[in-house]
């Protein structure tokens, strides 16, 4: 069975440029997370997804927004890029809202020059 | 509140020997403690993952330790192997987010 499957797998962008990242989740699957993991430190929580609605947010600004498609896939777009964007960013599934367990995607390598 | 605290940074250990990690939060809201393993260019894996009304889960050679009343978890890898060599992360959940430590790097040494 495939995992959790996120594109595309590196983006080299410049600042004040948008991006897409794009995510599908494990079969069966209804819950989408994001999480930004900057180089050396632990993933850091976005937003979770859960039957096409938000369902939880990190603390991270209005500059990334995501959404959830009917087939349960999910895009995290970041508006206006900094240099402190750089970083893995992840994409996790589960069965449900209550996240647990959490299966992640090898991520996205976005660079911002 | 929402912090996890992880130790050691970094690890070095014998093949055969036994690697441990630990982890320390204060949320009492937290429900379900899972480890990930991540290896360099992938996501974190899924290894071993625990609530907090068991004291002890044991996986092959991946056990967690968890005391309630300390606020306190720990990953206990027994006969490591090189193949071990990893980034291992704890975290911590409430529902919908995962809270995660800073990592340990674990290097096991042939």
């Known amino acids: 069975d495939a995992g959790v499957t996120q594109s595309p797998t590196h983006l080299i962008k410049t600042r004040g440029q948008h991006v897409t990242l794009r995510c599908s989740p494990i079969?069966?699957?209804?819950?989408v997370s994001w999480y930004q993991q900057v180089l050396g430190q632990g993933p850091q929580f976005i937003f979770q997804y859960y039957e096409k609605e938000e369902r939880g947010r990190g603390n991270f600004p209005d500059r990334f927004s995501a959404r959830q498609f009917p087939n349960y896939s999910s895009e995290l777009n970041v508006n206006a890029l900094l240099l402190g964007d750089s970083a893995l960013y992840l994409c996790?599934?589960?069965?449900?809202?209550?996240?647990?367990?959490?299966?992640f995607g090898d991520g996205t390598r976005l660079s911002i020059l | 509140q929402q912090q996890v605290k992880q130790s050691p940074q970094s690890l070095i250990v014998q093949k055969g020997g036994i690697s441990i990690i630990n982890c320390a939060y204060e949320n009492t809201a937290f429900d379900y403690f899972p480890w990930y393993q991540q290896f360099p260019g992938k996501g974190p894996a899924l290894l071993i993952a625990?609530?907090?009304?068991?004291s002890e889960k044991k996986e092959g050679r991946f056990t967690i330790s968890f005391n309630k009343s300390a606020k306190q978890f720990s990953l206990h890898i027994m006969d490591s192997q090189p193949g071990d060599s990893a980034t291992y992360f704890c975290?911590?959940?409430?529902?919908?987010?995962?809270?995660f430590g800073e990592g340990t790097q674990l290097t096991v040494n042939p």
């Open positions: 996790a599934s589960s069965w449900d809202s209550r996240n647990q367990p959490q299966h």
């Open positions: 079969s069966g699957h209804k819950s």
């Open positions: 625990i609530r907090p009304d068991v």
């Open positions: 975290a911590a959940s409430n529902p919908p987010r995962l809270t």
